[in-house]
């Protein structure tokens, strides 16, 4: 949605939903794991692809997917201490219900309406189970998984 067309309200959902429920799921998650023995554990956050390049009228999404690139930065320095762990996958055009329209035509940064490829989206549940599987020692910090194709590199 256009700026000038996003309403306070759509603002406030997007929000809420992307970035007060990402930040309240990671202080539940994060409070258990400090507290169990041993403690430590790990957070894989949801990013997006918006999080490097936004597409047009996403002004709300866009936002909360930088914003989460920085609540997991800072979960990871929070972290440290407790060995807890904390990461972001950013995704591209993983094929769901959310996605389908991007098989027919989405909205391009030139102006454009174009279709766009789709992978799979155990592809991207393969990249969760390895992020998760790893030690606590180790960490993927930021992952992107997308579908090969898509116009990510020279978006914008």
């Known amino acids: 949605m256009a700026l000038d067309a996003l309403s306070y309200d759509a603002w406030r959902a997007v929000v809420d939903v992307n970035l007060t429920g990402a930040f309240l799921c990671a ?3 994060f409070r258990a794991m400090k507290a169990q023995d041993p403690q430590g554990g790990r957070i894989i956050n949801n990013g997006s692809l918006s999080a490097h390049v936004p597409r047009p009228q996403s ?3 866009t936002a909360t997917k930088h914003a ?3 609540l997991t930065k800072s979960l990871s320095l929070e972290g440290r201490p407790y060995r807890i ?8 055009n993983a094929a769901t ?3 389908g329209r991007m098989r027919s035509g989405i909205l391009q940064a030139d102006g454009r309406t174009a279709p766009e ?3 799979d989206a155990a592809d991207v ?12 020692e180790a960490n ?3 992952a992107t998984v997308m579908a090969t194709n898509m116009p990510y590199i020279g978006r914008g």
């Open 27 to 29: 202080q539940a998650a």
């Open 97 to 99: 219900e959310m996605t």
């Open 59 to 61: 002004l709300a999404y």
């Open 68 to 70: 989460m690139t920085g």
């Open 117 to 119: 490829p789709v992978m």
């Open 125 to 136: 549940a393969r990249t969760v189970v390895h992020m998760a599987a790893l030690p606590l």
């Open 140 to 142: 993927v910090q930021f």
């Open 85 to 92: 762990a904390c990461g972001q996958l950013d995704i591209g």
